[in-house]
């Protein structure tokens, strides 16, 4: 018998790339069980499927950075911390931070397969002897407008968004006068591809880092939030500054802000995801 769960959740975080660095991603995921029928006649109870898989895939790969494990990148973990430090297309990266807030994958790059198999190894130990097996499907959004993949940190936050290195992969919608502006969107997907968002709150003087060694051209940031202290070393060029918090709330008022700048004489929308299927709007 098997059984089916469309769109269980989405897995929003980031993956250490050898040639794009730190890349946001959002997964929607699909699950099918394969087994024998209970004693209730089913092969697992719907509640208990969306309850007890979506909590192991949270707490096992959402809102975390994913590592490859033969990735050359100088990894460390130690004391319950982990740092790594790489070299990227010419530029710069390094992290410290509590080791919850990554997840180590076997092979030298991240992909669905390495992943599921990776969350495969996670789950079956967790099912009831009934379930003889799993297949998992991750997928992008099917979607046929422009999008980046950006990383962030929320240190106020109280969940895991506060993990220094997590990430998505939105779309962005712009409208000037309520008309839907391809040309703009584009612009700012292509500026933010695979780009680290930083709060401006969070920049420290390089010299002030407690574990990483900056480079020349780096930005650094560190914080201390409910799960630990973090620090970020990262190239410049591979950052953008906000002057505000990095939540979808404040990206989208920032967007439209920047857009506003450019056509002043014109009423701007924005609408921001964050990930799959949510977001928010402002208005400039």
Request: net charge negative; glycine share 6%; charged share 25%.
């Amino acid at each position: 018998m098997i059984l089916f769960v469309d769109s269980l959740t989405v897995i929003d975080f980031s993956y250490l790339c050898p040639r794009r660095g730190a890349v946001g991603e959002s997964w929607i995921t699909d699950i099918v069980l394969h087994g024998e029928l209970n004693e209730e006649s089913m092969v697992l109870d719907f509640a208990k499927v969306k309850k007890q898989i979506k909590r192991i895939i949270d707490e096992k790969l959402d809102h975390k950075l994913a590592v490859p494990s033969a990735l050359a990148c100088n990894a460390k973990h130690s004391e319950g911390r982990f740092e790594f430090d790489m070299q990227f297309d010419g530029n710069h990266l390094a992290m410290n931070a509590p080791e919850e807030a990554v997840c180590v994958v076997e092979g030298n790059e991240i992909n669905e397969a390495n992943a599921i198999a990776y969350l495969k190894s996670v789950i079956m130990p967790h099912m009831p002897e009934n379930v003889k097996d799993l297949d998992i499907t991750l997928r992008p959004e099917a979607a046929t407008g422009f999008y980046y993949h950006y990383s962030h940190g929320l240190k106020k936050h109280d969940g895991n968004c506060q993990r220094i290195i997590h990430g998505h992969r939105s779309l962005i919608g712009v409208k000037l006068n309520d008309i839907s502006m391809p040309r703009l969107q584009k612009q700012w997907a292509d500026k933010w591809q695979d780009i680290y968002l930083g709060s401006e709150e969070d920049l420290i003087d390089p010299s002030l880092l407690q574990y990483l060694t900056a480079h020349d051209k780096d930005y650094a940031f560190a914080y201390t939030s409910s799960q630990g202290y973090f620090e970020l070393a990262i190239s410049k060029s591979r950052c953008d500054i906000l002057p505000c918090d990095t939540t979808v709330e404040c990206i989208a008022e920032y967007l439209a802000s920047q857009i506003k700048l450019q056509n002043p004489h014109d009423k701007v929308e924005v609408r921001a995801y964050e990930g799959v299927g949510k977001g928010a709007i402002a208005y400039a």
